[in-house]
């Protein structure tokens, strides 16, 4: 097997840095998300390729969480290879995440935000991951039945305990947030970042007070789907094509994509064309553009792909 030996260039060809709210890490402007095609059903070297194509242009924030997929678990079991085949030695340049919080295995004690299951999942993870720790761990969502001590808590001793750098939340509501970022503060183990579904069409962490909540405690943002699973590209602007995610119906349906909808896509796109961009690239940019924001996630199916929506930062201030 050919050595992989990153690309020389890597911090020198554009890349961009944010500074993640009042901490010491700075965050690529734009961030690789594991979500999709990185699975045990997906082809490796393909997910390969695409990992070393975002390391080789400085992208060094790779986002998963333990059931990342399909099959569960098999996202963090591709990045553990991968770590081994190629990245081991640039593992002090990587900040990898990883979360808890959705069902991962069966039982009482596989799912939301138990001390049992956070720290039980975050043990498997590094396993497969083949890491001694992660850069960054989150609670996937907020859980209404656990007390909140109990989770943060567990957070705060898996910091103490060597097993993660930092911690981060992802999809809590407003008061919950606000009393985290209290808590681990309190705990010397202060909240890094929020992880939030924020794009063109969903303003809901703006809305709700989220984002502006994370600026002025110096926490980070970082938005995941800012494509709204590809209804920002042009994709869907004539309908909904043939082998599109769209026509597999599990995320999104065919009956979201309504004649209101679609008229909002299409203005959205004559507004990024009158700009010179396309449509993925202004949706992207339009995060970027809100106060707070530290980077965006993006999937990839391919390296062609990746390479596109990374353009974004030619045109971020």
């Keep these: 097997m050919e050595k992989y030996f990153a690309d020389e260039q890597r911090y020198d060809n554009g890349i961009k840095y944010r500074r993640c709210g009042r901490s010491g890490i700075l965050l690529p402007e734009v961030s690789l998300g594991l979500w999709h095609n990185f699975g045990g059903v997906d082809d490796y070297e393909r997910s390969r390729s695409i990992i070393r194509y975002a390391f080789d242009h400085g992208i060094t924030h790779l986002d998963l969480a333990n059931n990342y ?8 079991e591709t990045m553990g290879k991968i770590m081994e085949e190629d990245l081991r030695p640039y593992r002090d340049e990587l900040f990898i995440s990883t979360k808890a919080g959705y069902d991962m295995w069966a039982g009482p004690y596989g799912n939301w935000g138990s001390r049992k299951y956070l720290i039980a999942s975050l043990d498997q993870s590094l396993k497969r991951m083949k890491l001694d720790y992660v850069d960054l761990f989150y609670s996937h969502r907020y859980d209404p039945d656990t007390p909140l001590d109990e989770t943060l808590q567990a957070m705060v ?6 097993k993660a750098l930092y911690l981060g939340i992802s999809r809590w509501p407003l008061e919950a947030t606000r009393y985290a970022i209290n808590y681990l503060r309190n705990h010397d183990t202060p909240l890094l970042i929020y992880q939030g579904r924020l794009n063109m069409l969903d303003h809901a962490p703006m809305d ?3 984002l502006q909540l994370c600026h002025q405690e110096g926490i980070g943002f970082i938005s995941f789907s800012p494509l709204a699973q590809g209804l920002l590209t042009d994709r869907y602007i004539n309908g909904i ?3 599109s995610r769209m026509t597999k119906g599990k995320f999104l349906k065919p009956d979201m994509l309504t004649n209101q909808l679609l008229e909002t896509i299409r203005s959205y796109n004559q507004e990024a064309q009158a700009q010179g961009m396309t449509l993925a690239e202004r949706a992207l940019a339009w995060i970027l553009e809100q106060e707070g924001v530290t980077s965006v996630l993006v999937g990839a199916s391919s390296t062609e792909q990746l390479a596109r929506n990374m353009k974004v930062m030619e045109k971020s201030k």
């Design 241 to 243: 094509p043939e082998g």
């Design 157 to 162: 001793d898996i910091v103490k305990s060597g």
């Design 69 to 76: 997929g399909p099959p569960y678990g098999s996202a963090e």
């Design 208 to 210: 709700e007070g989220i």
